[in-house]
């Protein structure tokens, strides 16, 4: 057996020359198989090393999984559902969740039962305090309240939402006996006479803030004709 290879031996050569390697075919037949053998060995011994790897990790990550996963399976009964018994008390804490929620809502319905039950019955109470008011009369209070001052208004706030006398007195910075004076005088001025003055007054004001509300913040219809229409609409 041999390999023949051409050469130029020297830069004046016409032809190239030829070099030729021979060795027995026995020789060579024998180098072959030792290649062949040392490829196999190699072979064989990546073969064996991957798999005690993969054994190894096998027995050391994969086998304590497989275990933990028919633990839990076999927990969880016949139709094996998984059971895990790190997470029973995330379990019990979203079933208080849930409850909890479900109540809220429960309490949120009831609140707007409520809600709906308050506001009927304040338009039942607007619609009975629109029949006790005369539209003369209410046209002369609104006509008298646009005509006071400041001061004036902020004593009628508060008899209406019923602030006491020395409250009122401490904010205005005066005696109580000026403050009681002014709610005598008061009803004098918005054209409030006879009995129950103080809920004739209540009665107004209330009337007079929700027509405000009706109309934007603006204020309450002023001309007689307008705030009739307000009392009776």
């Known amino acids: 057996m041999g390999l023949s290879q051409p050469f130029m031996a020297a830069s004046g050569d016409i032809e190239p020359h030829a070099l030729t390697v021979l060795i ?4 060579y037949g024998r180098l072959l198989l030792k290649s062949k053998l040392e490829i196999g060995g190699l072979l064989m011994l990546l073969v064996f090393f991957g798999g005690a790897r993969c054994l190894f990790y096998t027995r050391r990550y994969f086998r304590p999984i497989l275990e933990d996963i028919d ?14 018994e790190e997470l029973l008390p995330l379990s019990t804490k979203l079933r208080d969740h ?29 619609q009975k305090r629109k029949d006790e008011i005369d539209p003369e009369e209410y046209h002369v209070f609104l006509s008298s309240y646009q005509k006071l001052g400041a001061e004036s208004r902020a004593v009628i706030d508060a008899m ?11 904010q205005l ?9 002014y709610r005598r005088d008061i009803y004098g001025k918005v054209g409030i006479q006879g009995e129950n003055k103080l809920q004739q007054l209540r009665v107004r004001v209330s ?9 934007g913040g603006s204020s309450a219809p002023s001309n007689g004709e307008n705030a009739g229409q307000a009392v009776n609409r």
């Open 24 to 27: 027995p075919k026995r020789d």
């Open 71 to 84: 633990h839990v399976t076999e927990i969880g009964g016949d139709e094996g559902q998984p059971f895990f």
């Open 98 to 126: 849930e409850q909890t929620i479900t109540d809220l809502e429960t309490e949120k319905q009831d609140l707007q039962g409520q809600m709906e039950q308050v506001e009927a019955n304040a338009k039942r109470l607007a």
């Open 160 to 170: 209406v939402d019923g602030v006491s006398a020395q409250v009122l007195a401490e």
């Open 173 to 181: 910075g005066k005696k109580m006996s000026t403050v009681y004076s």
């Open 207 to 215: 009337l007079m803030r929700r027509e405000q509300t009706e109309y």
